[in-house]
């Protein structure tokens, strides 16, 4: 018999992004508001339809470029100005998650430094940096701080993924330093690991661990007072990917 699309029922692949950076100490993800139904109106991760002639990282770097402005940098060169590490998460296929057809979406997580206010793109009417903590425990983020609809479709459960992804990463590879400026000091360095973990750590302890670990951090040789203070050393990503010892996540 010959293939008759008509024969199944509708189908659709989708990309959704956990896009996440630190800014003001806080672990933050990108949140778009919707202009389009479903959900039109509720905060949701950016994403969209993979189209017929992308494979599905170029289906992520395209809707991270529209939706937000931001672009993806390949993790192996040094990193870009406005650039994001990108990579695939997960995959999610509920039959419920969307209401317009059975729709499977393949989330990828990127991470980026400090940016300023992304632009909205595509079907976002809005876009914005938010704390994960608001996004994932409080049903939402307004810009007046008042409680809102929940995140829609099942980005909430997406989103969670994808910061536990960021926390899990960064004890034993250099993917921390995706956060981080091409320079940056190992105070800055500890920020991020503050920021993302959520805990305090010893600072004696932090620049003794990271400084030797092979191939974490290479000194640039320069120095900055930005941070306020006496000069502190500059470094930059070593070559390494993995991190042995691991950077362990403290109890809490």
Known sequence: MPYDPSAFPPFAVT????????????????????GEPPFQGRWALP????????????AAARELAEETGLRAHDPAVPAQDNGAHL????????????????????????????????????????????????????????RDGDPVAPLAFDHAQILSDGVERARSK??????????????????????????????????????????????FLVPTGGTTTR??????????AGGATLLNPPMLRPEV
């Open 87 to 142: 990579e695939q998460l997960a995959t999610y296929g509920d039959p419920k998650r969307d209401p317009r057809m059975r729709v499977v979406s393949v989330a990828h997580l990127a991470l980026a430094p400090d940016l300023p206010a992304p632009r909205a793109g595509g079907d976002a009417s809005n876009a914005r940096w938010a704390p994960v903590e608001e996004l994932l425990h409080q049903g939402g983020y307004g």
């Open 227 to 236: 941070q306020g203070g006496r000069p502190a050393q500059l470094f930059r």
């Open 15 to 34: 990309v959704d992004l956990v896009v996440l950076t630190v800014r003001r100490h806080a672990l933050c993800a990108l949140a778009v508001r919707r």
């Open 170 to 215: 960064i004890e034993y590879s250099s993917l921390a330093t995706a956060f981080c400026p091409t320079e940056f000091t190992v105070g800055e360095l500890r920020r991020v690991y503050e920021a993302v973990w959520g805990v305090a750590l010893d600072p004696r302890n932090f620049h003794r661990k990271v400084t030797g670990t092979p191939g």
């Open 47 to 58: 994403g969209g339809f993979v189209r017929a002639d992308e494979d599905l990282s170029q």
